[in-house]
């Protein structure tokens, strides 16, 4: 026998699986065609013995004649119901009865029916269907379990993330221990650092983190745009999801404050969050490159921006083309106007600041980006499509819940092929409202 049957076969020895029948020559055939059946068969000559078996062990089928002198097979069936919801139920009817059996079915009394005289290999499929129904009901509630299980554990997760941040005096050195703990903990994960300091930005304020989120995903566009090798494409993507990460160590009435209103000293906090959010990043190897640019992406070209006054050619690359996008999502995301004159105001000012704040070729390569490919024409609308049809690289108009109002990601995420298995994975546990809003266009 081979490996894989007999793994079937071990699994089905765990089953019983019991006929209940008035009449001795069908529990005789039955018993006969079973006879060499990879799981526990019982019978019973009436329903109230069928019963007092059932109510002393665990029975994973039962199949019941539809016509018994003491009792119908439905009414049976249906006490079997309220004893053991889990138990699959079958019924054996002849021509009749079959109108009735299909009204038992409806009503979700019984899986299925078996039509008189029985055939011996419609009886095998129906039991091991039924078998594959009772494994496949136990698996679904072991999943929610185990579901239920982990969302409390990243309950507990997040809180102490948040208690973190919150501790104000060891802000800065507190999170570089946890993140090179985490670090340790998810063996030299790349991607998983990145998640877990996206973690951190989207807990301080999510409003930041779906920014950076926008600005990463149009990075990666514009930088595939220019022909950028891969392996810096991926240093700029990275360090615009990380772009604001110093400024979770900042209060939160400067974050909540327009800079009109700012106080020096306030002003001079917040621009601070450059060297900051280097200084997090510079303690990691392979994020060093990545800390530079995170440094580098409010200087500006003619030397007028911070905190080291760098210009031109001094600015790395993936800074010049981080302080275009930063801005230009700035404007687009002001949702007091409409999206297209957006768009209109945001090129004008890029062409405004072209040679100041901005590399002039970036910008005009960017206008060039945004006209040929389209790309923001296309994500100026929202379009809705089911679960089926969603795409890595999508952007998320709006939240994902379940109906039972679980959050599971975020508007203005950037879909993965991981975040799409495991909303299918929720899905079959708890469903999610439908439709799901996307940019059109955005992946």
């Given amino acids: 026998m081979s490996e894989l049957m007999h793994t079937v076969a071990s699994k089905l020895k765990m089953h019983s699986v019991l006929f209940v029948d008035d009449e001795p020559n069908i529990l005789s055939s039955v018993q006969r065609i079973l006879r060499k059946a990879p799981y526990k068969v019982l019978t019973a000559n009436s329903p109230e013995y069928a019963l007092e078996i059932i109510a002393q062990q665990s029975i994973t089928l039962v199949v019941s004649d539809f016509r018994m002198p003491t009792m119908d097979g439905v009414t049976f069936l249906e006490k079997v119901r309220k004893i053991n919801p889990d138990t699959i139920r079958m019924l054996l009817t002849g021509f009749a009865d079959a109108e009735s059996a299909i009204r038992a079915i409806n009503n979700g009394q019984v899986f299925r029916y078996l039509k008189k005289p029985?055939?011996?290999?419609?009886?095998?499929?129906?039991?091991?269907?039924?078998?594959?129904?009772?494994?496949l009901v136990a698996e679904n509630r072991r999943l929610m379990r185990l579901t239920?299980?982990?969302?409390?554990?990243?309950k507990r997760f997040n809180h102490e993330l948040e208690k973190l941040v919150l501790e104000r005096s060891q802000e800065i050195i507190q999170q570089k221990r946890e993140l090179e703990r985490l670090y340790t903990q998810l063996d030299n994960s790349f991607t998983e650092i990145i998640r877990a300091f996206?973690?951190?930005?989207?807990?301080?304020n999510p409003n930041i983190g779906g920014h950076s989120r926008r600005v990463a995903a149009l990075s990666r566009r514009f930088s595939e745009f220019l022909e950028i090798p891969k392996q810096e494409v991926r240093d700029i993507e990275v360090a615009a999801l990380l772009h604001d990460i110093g400024k979770i160590t900042l209060p939160d009435e400067i974050?909540?404050?327009?800079?009109?209103?700012?106080?020096?000293?306030?002003?001079?906090?917040?621009?601070?969050?450059?060297?900051i959010g280097a200084s997090i990043l510079n303690d990691i190897p392979d994020l060093k490159t990545i800390a530079k640019i995170v440094e580098a992406h409010h200087e500006n070209y003619d030397g007028s921006g911070f905190p080291k006054k760098w210009k031109a050619q001094e600015i790395p690359i993936g800074a010049r083309i981080i302080a275009i996008l930063n801005t230009f999502d700035h404007f687009i995301s002001k949702e007091?106007?409409?999206?297209?004159l957006r768009l209109e105001l945001a090129i004008e000012y890029l062409k405004a600041e072209s040679g100041k704040r901005f590399d002039a070729h970036f910008v005009h390569r960017f206008i060039e980006f945004l006209k040929s490919s389209a790309n923001f024409k296309r994500a100026l609308?929202?379009?809705?499509?089911?679960?089926?049809?969603?795409?890595?690289g999508m952007m998320l108009a709006g939240d994902v819940r379940t109906e039972s109002g679980l959050l599971l990601l975020r508007k203005d995420q950037?879909?993965?092929s991981i975040m799409i298995q495991r909303l299918h994975h929720y899905h079959k546990i708890d469903p999610i409202v439908m439709p799901i809003q996307i940019f059109e266009g955005s992946n």
């Fill in 118 to 135: 029985i055939k011996e290999s419609e009886l095998l499929e129906a039991l091991l269907s039924g078998i594959q129904q009772y494994e």
């Fill in 148 to 154: 239920q299980q982990q969302n409390e554990e990243l």
């Fill in 198 to 204: 996206m973690t951190l930005v989207e807990m301080k």
């Fill in 255 to 275: 974050l909540e404050t327009p800079k009109s209103e700012l106080s020096s000293q306030q002003m001079d906090l917040l621009n601070s969050h450059p060297e």
């Fill in 336 to 340: 007091q106007l409409e999206r297209s």
């Fill in 381 to 392: 609308r929202v379009i809705s499509v089911d679960l089926g049809h969603l795409e890595a």
């Fill in 414 to 416: 950037i879909l993965n």
